[in-house]
């Protein structure tokens, strides 16, 4: 950690960084959280402006649109852990998480992404967020967004958190089916109702990006469907959530169906160097064991995060507290931590992270000390 805090100086996102000439505090703060300005050139599909064409190519032929060079960058984070309450006490997770990652436009109104897991607890990961976006399509005012997305993207975006500590509600499966709020294959429409507003449709299948049974991804016949609806007032983004759908499992040559909706509200604030964050969700399964274990079982829950930049926005340390909570009718997924995470940026692309997380119904702590960096 000593030797990573005199490395070279280097951009924090490397594939658009090196293509534009900018540093990664334009789009982060810090790597890998996103500021205003990086919020909408992924919203612009990872182009500063609508008809931007820094570093592509037609060679002679009109419908052909390439990047000039490939764009593509290497994350890693690794920790030292440390654990009480457990006979292993100490870990070294060295890496945690190694990711490939690549994206960019590939016509005037097309982009994509997608990162492949190079490495995940030990084992070669399977490619996760990969996607294309279609902006403006046929002149609508809307982006259109197809392949494997996050559901809570366009509220919360869980690979660019600042703490190891995830949002727990977002992830979190109920009982036996797949149904969440993290990653799903689908489509996605996105558009701003008024300037001041936003809405995220999205039809998936709603079982996850699991692997294929027999060439079929989704093994139920209707689809999941989920709504984002946000509203800024002021310095407060104000929003709310829905999702529904059901799952099929066969159970000893039974087909069992499990119904599951969800909803809740959402609050952003932004005042000064401090940033809160919230979401609560309220959700309902019918059958989320598929053996009438817990008919209509209930789960509800949510995560507050508070970001501090104590030298201001753009300084090289900041704090966050995170609080997660879980209560549901099935014991395996009651949830409940606090957490806080201090970080401090040796260069622009590496940033050192302690972290202590209290885990409330273990009773015991878990720490973490150790660096992100992309390159």
Same mark, same amino acid.
């Given at each position: ?17 090196? *293509? ?10 810090? =790597? ?7 919020? /909408? ?6 182009r ?19 990047? /000039? ?15 009480g ?11 945690? =998480? ?13 982009? $994509?992404?997608? $990162? ?55 992830? /979190? =499966? ?5 149904? +969440? ?20 449709? /999205?039809?998936v #299948? ?6 294929s ?23 407060? *983004? ?5 999702? $529904?759908?059901?799952? *099929?499992?066969? +159970? ?6 499990n *119904?599951t ?5 959402? =609050?952003?604030? !932004? ?26 079982? &209930?789960? #509800? ?16 340390i900041?704090?966050?507290? %995170? $609080? ?6 099935? !014991?395996?997924?009651?949830? !409940? ?9 040796? &260069? @622009? ?5 302690? !972290?202590?997380?209290?885990?409330? %119904?273990?009773?015991?702590? @878990? ?9």
């Open positions: 950690m000593l030797a990573l805090a005199v490395a070279a100086p280097a951009s924090a996102i490397p594939a658009f960084a090196r *293509r534009y000439g900018l540093t990664g505090m334009t789009c982060h703060d810090p =790597v890998p959280k996103l500021n205003g300005f990086g919020e /909408q050139f992924l919203g612009r599909g990872y500063l402006a609508d008809d931007d064409t820094t570093g592509t190519a037609t060679f002679g032929d009109p419908l052909l649109w390439l990047a /000039q060079s490939l764009p593509v960058a290497v994350r890693m984070d690794a920790y030292v852990r440390a654990y309450g457990r006979t292993v006490h100490t870990d070294l997770a060295t890496p945690l =998480v190694a990711k490939l990652l690549s994206g960019g436009p590939i016509s005037p109104s097309i982009s $994509y992404y997608f $990162y492949l897991l190079l490495a995940e607890d030990g084992l070669t990961g399977p490619i996760e967020d990969a996607w294309l976006m279609f902006r403006r399509p046929f002149g609508i005012p809307a982006s259109v967004t197809v392949g494997q997305f996050q559901i809570a993207d366009p509220v919360w975006k869980r690979e660019v958190r600042l703490s190891l500590e995830d949002y727990q509600i977002l992830s /979190q =499966v109920i009982g036996d089916g797949a149904a +969440r709020l993290s990653y799903d294959r689908g489509i996605g429409v996105e558009f701003d109702p008024t300037a001041s507003s936003h809405a995220a449709v /999205q039809l #299948n709603g079982n996850g990006i699991g692997e049974t027999d060439g079929v991804f989704d093994g139920d016949a209707p689809k999941t469907g989920a709504l984002w609806v946000t509203q800024q007032l002021g310095p407060v *983004r104000l929003g709310a959530m829905g999702y $529904y759908g059901s799952q *099929r499992l066969d +159970r000893s040559g039974t087909l069992r169906r *119904r909706w969800m909803t809740g509200p959402s =609050v952003q604030l !932004e005042r000064g160097n401090l940033q809160l964050n919230g979401q609560y969700v309220w959700r309902y399964d019918s059958d989320p064991t598929f053996d009438q274990a817990f008919p209509k079982a &209930r789960t #509800n829950g949510g995560f507050l995060e508070a970001v501090w930049w104590p030298r201001g926005r753009g300084s090289r900041v704090a966050t507290g %995170l $609080y997660n909570r879980i209560d549901s009718d099935v !014991e395996e997924a009651k949830y !409940e931590t606090a957490t806080v995470n201090v970080s401090w940026l040796a &260069r @622009r692309n590496v940033r050192l992270a302690g !972290e202590v997380t209290w885990d409330f %119904l273990a009773d015991h702590p @878990r720490a973490a000390l150790g660096f992100v960096t992309a390159f």
